[in-house]
């Protein structure tokens, strides 16, 4: 149970093959011929056995043959007949190598394989390599050199192309994997492997689209927590975008939303093939910079400025050094040395200056990386230098990265360069590129660490009258609401919204107006009309009765006579907003498939489409979140002191933001929502005007109201917190475990006994590695759990202050297996908790979770010497069992 479930598929210790009558090659399919000839052209570490399903003879005949693993390579006609003999065989998995099968046929592969409890790679795809293994199941070229990348393809011509490449550049792979459309093991399922497979340090993915997005960013959020993940995601415009949802068959949706998408979970993305493997060849050396501050090393001004350039281009920072440092390096360098802005060595650089300034930046607080960029200079040794910042790269703990321009006479530099793993460039601006991954990748880092709950801290809303404002339009068969209905539901999740009066007639309007006093403004309202302006349905800063009345009749006759088959409720009468340094801000939400609901900001006002600031971010929000999305959009730089106005309420800005958050998370109706313009300033923000567009929710799984199903991140799930009282006395609280909790989590497992530790883990490990701690603390509540029990406790600081501390005094988990319906367990309580009824809590409630989530099955394996641990399990119901596959454990299995 501790193999990846993949295993067979990619580490298959026997291979029985399918590819037609090998001793007659013209009889063979092309892509079979090519097949055979990848897999026989290696040393294959397992056995290899081919078979031809029109002579091999009856099932019985078959009956000593077993494989992990079938590869088939037939007609069309033949692969569903081969796929059988394989589930018949026992085969763990399938690879179909193929090209053309329609839906309806791979439809009919993918039940086959799930019948017989096959995982399915294909059809449709060239196959995949495992170089380390000498497996080449492929027709995508020859066996790839060995290294830590690995390779996913959703494009069968470029996983082609990249190889060929690679055999060419030195770049190694731990895994190749083609995914062509209709493939049963998707691109999220390969993910999943890639994240625990040892032999992959970072991946690279060429991606056109997705299947399902819960399951892609699930996957994809694990994968970018162990280790690099580099995107290129192609359908960028228009035209690529319907290009790639033809090629791939799979959905490609916005790619504003994609970026957000990929951002959110810790991903690089990338916009070009040649940075996707410098992006890779960066982030695999393990660097974790904490900013976005250069440094640039030049012996030219020239190539030195360029880089600067591409510094302020792409938003990152030149990083200096102190004064005080600057001074202390000086008399290290070339008398003609600039220390200005860049370190410019001069054209008399040698070695040895390199090494100083090196040195000196690495050591700079203010710095955050290196590039070092070198022109060939007369009587100046290239390789010399580039020997020079090898020996000193062990030293380094910050990005160290390389620009030897040139090409003749820089070969042998570059070569060193190569060999002590140090990233090297042609141009400046491709290392100043590489660099703004390296950066982007820490933050995006930091947008994967948050695990933000449905509703935020603030003021619990009015869910419930929300939700039957909501019903009663959809009774009504409407699915666009009123100005009046839409700032209803804006106010029951206390978003500030102007008061806002539907008149019915000029002199009601007039009332109306008189009552909430001069100045307002007038709107139609109407369901029919999302862009109220562009019929004259809005007219402001109306200054008396007589003004009222005579714009209502003129909107009502100009409205009817645009859109006359338009349904007018009458015109709307609102308070001006009286903020006169105030900024126009855009709030919304779009539902993209297949990423679901989308939360934008940006500008707002009338021109919001000409000035096209937007940026995105998925639900659910935090204030940390709320805060970089309103850093990424283009207005941002107006809400600080700006032509003599006043900063404006930042706070007031974010709250409106996790309300909406907030709506988005308890309102799965929602499908569009327009808060445009928000007025805010340094006393708040109020929203002028609103639309919103509902229809209804998507069926639930099981019902409950809180599954989130139509969010792309689950929510952390704060519903499941709950306080226990403990045997002895005191009290102690079980909840979801999160990414704060990991030094807790460290200290429990230093904590326990070597006996309880290879109990847990069946290892003598002390404490749990940086990955493994960072992987049991972010987990994905979509497919798995984790409750600890948290257990507050007061002591006596040395000034004899009383402090309280919390301290997590046992831990269950869960994570779903591969068929969807069952999950395996682990529990860890702390020695000195013992016997006070932790363990049964822990149990019960990781449990009642699995229950929810429509898991229909727990188990887990326990030591055979683990006799306190069999007695819980039986005292809980679990049914005990050998294990077949290791007699030093019990398999422990309880039906929910």
Not at 273 to 297: H, N, T
Not at 492 to 513: C, D, G, K, W, Y
Not at 591 to 612: K, Q, S, Y
Not at 686 to 712: C, E, F, M, T
Request: with cysteine; charged share 20%; glycine share 8%.
């Amino acid at each position: 149970m501790d193999k990846h479930y993949l295993t067979p598929l990619f580490s298959p210790e026997s291979i029985v093959v399918f590819a037609g009558k090998v001793d007659e090659p013209e009889t063979q399919t092309l892509q079979a011929r090519a097949l055979v000839a990848s897999l026989q052209g290696q040393h294959f570490a397992g056995t290899l056995t081919f078979l031809d399903i029109h002579t091999t003879g009856t099932l019985a005949d078959l009956a000593q043959t077993r494989a992990d693993l079938a590869i088939i390579a037939l007609p069309h006609e033949d692969v569903a007949a081969a796929l059988e003999v394989a589930g018949r065989i026992k085969c763990r998995a399938a690879l179909v190598v193929s090209s053309g099968i329609n839906a309806t046929l791979a439809a009919e592969l993918h039940r086959v394989a799930r019948r017989h409890g096959m995982h399915l790679l294909g059809p449709n795809c060239l196959g995949f390599q495992r170089p380390r293994s000498g497996l080449n199941a492929s027709v995508a070229g020859g066996l790839a050199a060995a290294g830590p990348l690995a390779l996913v393809s959703q494009s069968g011509a470029l996983t082609a192309s990249i190889l060929d490449w690679a055999s060419q550049n030195a770049v190694g792979f731990s895994t190749v994997v083609s995914l062509g459309p209709n493939t049963a093991v998707d691109i999220a399922q390969v993910l999943d492997f890639l994240a625990s497979d040892p032999q992959t340090h970072s991946i690279v993915v060429y991606l056109e689209g997705i299947s399902s997005a819960r399951r892609f960013m699930s996957a994809l959020r694990a994968a970018a927590n162990a280790k690099p993940v580099v995107v290129l995601k192609a359908g960028r415009k228009p035209a690529g975008n319907l290009a790639a949802k033809t090629h791939s068959g799979a959905i490609v949706g916005s790619d504003d939303v994609f970026d957000a998408a990929l951002r959110r979970a810790g991903a690089v993305r990338v916009r070009s093939f040649v940075q996707l493997f410098s992006a890779a060849k960066c982030l695999a050396s393990r660097y974790r910079p904490v900013g976005r501050r250069l440094s640039i090393v030049t012996n030219g001004g020239g190539p030195g400025v360029l880089a600067a350039d591409w510094v302020s281009e792409i938003h990152l920072q030149l990083g200096q050094l102190t004064p005080e440092n600057a001074t202390a390096l000086r008399p290290l360098l070339p008398p003609l040395a600039s220390l200005c802005d860049l370190i410019d060595l001069s054209e008399d650089a040698t070695p040895e200056h390199y090494r100083a300034a090196v040195e000196a930046a690495s050591k700079e607080t203010r710095i955050d990386g290196v590039l070092v960029i070198h022109s060939p200079k007369a009587g100046c040794d290239a390789a010399a230098v580039a020997g020079a910042l090898a020996e000193f790269k062990p030293r380094m703990s910050k990005p160290l990265l390389t620009c030897w321009m040139g090409d003749a006479s820089v070969g042998e530099a570059r070569s060193v360069l190569n060999a002590a793993l140090i990233p090297t460039f042609r141009t400046p601006e491709a290392a100043v590129g590489a660099f703004g991954n390296i950066a982007s990748f820490y933050q995006n880092q930091q947008l994967l660490q948050q695990t933000p709950p449905p509703l935020s801290a603030l003021a619990k809303p009015d869910i419930e009258g929300a939700r039957l404002l909501i019903e009663s339009v959809l009774a009504e068969r409407r699915k666009v609401l009123t100005e009046m209905e839409s700032k209803a539901l804006l106010s029951a999740f206390h978003i500030p919204v102007t008061q806002t009066i539907l008149a019915r007639s000029a002199n009601e309007a007039m009332m109306i107006a008189t009552q909430l006093g001069y100045p307002v403004a007038l709107k139609i309202d109407s369901p029919d009309i999302s862009h109220k302006s562009d019929v004259n349905g809005v007219a402001l800063n109306i200054m008396n009765a007589v003004g009222v009345r005579d714009t209502y009749n003129d909107m009502m006759q100009s409205v009817a006579r645009q859109q006359p088959d338009a349904r007018i409720n009458g015109v709307t009468i609102q308070n001006m907003a009286r903020h006169k340094r105030g900024r126009e801000i855009y709030i919304g939400l779009v539902t993209d498939d297949p990423f679901g609901p989308v939360i934008a900001f940006g500008a707002g006002g009338t021109m919001i489409e000409l000035i096209n600031d937007r940026a995105m971010e998925l639900p659910p929000l935090n204030q940390f979140l709320a805060r970089r999305l309103i850093d990424r959009a283009r207005v941002a730089e107006t809400l600080g002191e700006w032509r003599g106005a006043s900063a404006v309420d930042m706070d007031a800005l974010e709250h409106v933001l996790l309300r909406v958050s907030e709506m988005v998370c308890e309102l799965p109706q929602l499908r569009e929502m327009d808060i445009n313009p928000i007025i805010v300033d340094e006393s708040g923000a109020v929203a002028v005007d609103a639309r919103i567009v509902i229809d209804n929710a998507p069926q639930a799984h099981s019902g409950r109201n809180h599954d989130y199903n139509h969010l792309a991140i689950l929510p952390y799930p704060a519903q499941h917190e709950q306080v226990w009282p403990l045997r002895g006395g005191g009290q102690y609280t079980v909840r979801p475990i999160h990414p704060d909790d990991a030094q807790m989590l460290q200290d429990l497992v230093r904590s326990l006994s070597s006996e309880s530790r290879y109990f847990r883990f069946v290892s003598s490990l002390t404490e749990l590695p940086p990955s493994m701690l960072s992987r049991f603390t972010l987990i994905d509540y979509d497919r798995e759990m984790a409750l600890v029990a948290v257990l507050k406790e007061r002591r006596a600081a040395a000034d004899g202050e009383i402090t309280e501390t919390e301290r997590i005094v046992g831990v269950s988990r869960y994570i779903t297996n591969p068929d969807s319906a069952s999950c395996e367990f682990s529990l860890v309580v702390a020695d000195d908790f013992g016997g006070r009824g932790l363990g049964s809590r822990l149990m019960l409630s990781i449990m009642e979770v699995a229950r929810e989530k429509g898991l229909a099955e727990i188990e887990g394996l326990v030591l055979t010497n683990n006799p306190g641990m069999l007695k819980l399990m039986k005292s809980l119901g679990f049914s005990i069992k050998a294990f077949p596959e290791d007699p030093d454990f019990r398999l422990v299995t309880h039906s929910l």
